[in-house]
């Protein structure tokens, strides 16, 4: 069964951007939740900033899972390839 869907390069660079996008996100949903004045108290804020910080940390989530998928793909990827050289070289 073939466990590798996406190609080793791209599950790396799928992880390190999904790293700081949810950083990113987190930093954003923690100051939304909080109400850091310059993202609440300006002319084009939000109406409800309490559910633009749920929205952000929920997105950061999703963030989290593709972390997650991507790390297991790079890892598949690795033992696969290992099981490849080790068969073809006996």
Do not use: R
Request: with cysteine; glycine share 6%.
């Amino acid at each position: 069964m073939k466990l590798v869907y996406v190609s080793p390069c791209c599950s790396v660079c799928c992880t390190v951007f999904s790293i700081f996008g949810a950083l990113i996100l987190l930093a954003f949903g923690i100051m939304f939740k909080a109400g850091v004045h310059e993202l609440t108290k300006t002319k084009e804020s939000p109406e409800d900033p309490s559910s633009v910080g749920t929205s952000c940390l929920i997105a950061a989530g999703i963030y989290l899972l593709f972390i997650l998928f991507c790390s297991c793909q790079t890892v598949v990827a690795k033992k696969t390839k290992k099981q490849e050289e080790f068969g073809a070289s006996s």
